[in-house]
């Protein structure tokens, strides 16, 4: 039997709702993190359990408290943590990390420029011992260099002083043999085809790809079925997250926990929003194209329920076209 194309993968945030653990709606974020950070060993060995359950080959390290550096306290070593990953079936695809930190805060003080390239220097070598060889950067904020508005235009100045710090991060990682991959986040710099399509022209396609999340390209007003089309080539990894329609990113206020609860009454298992899967699936057809694919759903109440539904729907519906 042939080594399928398109591997299925899981963003450990899929585990993240405090129902699934029988902890108290009303505890916090900040709590949440507390609680795991005392004892990571027991979460992240359900967290990976629950991955074999629901039939993924892979998992890609999360926002804390699923990150890498929590996994790591976690077992002890990356020897122990890639033991444990191996004994289940299981391989690592990604390792996310939010980039704004790491991009504007070099940009606004150059003097941060040599602490984000430790980071992710420290990031790439961890993960080069799990043999992965991807960090999934977040993007900047639109906002962030608009004013304040997050359905501005960004000033190409702006992505171009971006891109070019991406392009030292990624020269940062290389050494290990992993390249950075920026998440289409919604409302930021790399959601909108002409902003992703400037800075991807700014940056080695040796040291930075993109990863394509559909949702957020979508719930951005973005059609990310075009997106593919344009950059299939520099997609190493997606996010196949779904989504029910666009949302203004104006309409989004109070603390950050707020607002990303709002964009998940948005989100979709997939097959069950407004992404042309099968259209997006001819493309990767007509590429050859073979990497990750992550069912990322976000705090989902029944991970591993939602993840078998959307693994059903891309052997029913996806892998007969490409697989």
């Known amino acids: ?46 967290m990976f359990d629950g991955c074999v359950e629901a039939g993924v080959q892979g998992i890609e390290f999360a926002p804390p408290p699923g990150g890498l550096t929590t996994a790591l306290a976690a077992y002890g070593s990356a020897a122990k943590l890639g033991a444990a990953l191996r004994s289940r079936g299981l391989s690592v695809s990604s390792s996310f990390t939010f980039g704004a930190p790491l ?9 941060y420029r040599s602490t984000a390239d430790d980071e992710i220097r420290r990031h790439a070598d961890a993960l080069a011992e799990l ?17 304040g508005d997050p359905n501005g235009v960004v000033p190409r100045l702006d992505l171009v002083r971006i891109a070019e710090q991406l392009d030292h991060l990624g020269a940062a990682a ?3 043999g992993v390249r950075l991959a920026l998440h289409t986040d919604a409302y930021s710099v790399c959601s909108r085809l002409e902003d992703v399509s400037e800075v991807l022209s700014q940056t080695s396609a040796d040291t930075v790809s993109l990863c394509l999340d559909a949702g957020h390209v979508t719930l951005d007003g973005g059609d990310a079925v075009e997106m593919l089309r344009t950059h299939v080539d520099r997609v190493p990894i997606m996010h196949w997250k779904d989504c029910v329609s666009p949302l203004d990113g104006a309409t989004l206020t109070g603390p950050v926990m707020d607002r990303h609860a709002v964009m998940l009454t948005h989100f979709r298992i997939l ?41 059903e729907f891309f052997e029913r519906e996806l892998a007969p076209i490409h697989r």
């Open 103 to 111: 991009i504007m805060g070099a940009l606004e003080n150059p003097a």
């Open 131 to 147: 043999d992965c060889g991807l960090i999934v950067l977040g993007a900047v904020p639109r906002a962030s260099v608009t004013g």
């Open 271 to 311: 097959g069950n929003g407004a992404v042309d899967w099968k259209s997006w699936q001819q493309i990767l057809k007509a590429s050859n194209w073979s990497g990750w694919a992550i069912a990322e759903i976000d705090m989902s109440p029944d991970p591993i329920g939602e993840l078998r539904a959307g693994i």
């Open 1 to 46: 039997m042939s080594t399928p194309r398109i591997r299925l993968g899981t963003d450990l945030i899929t585990f993240f709702d405090l129902s699934y653990w029988g902890i108290a709606a009303e505890t916090s974020y900040e709590e949440w993190m507390r609680m795991v950070e005392a004892d990571p060993h027991l979460y992240f060995e359900r």
């Open 174 to 176: 290389a050494p290990a």
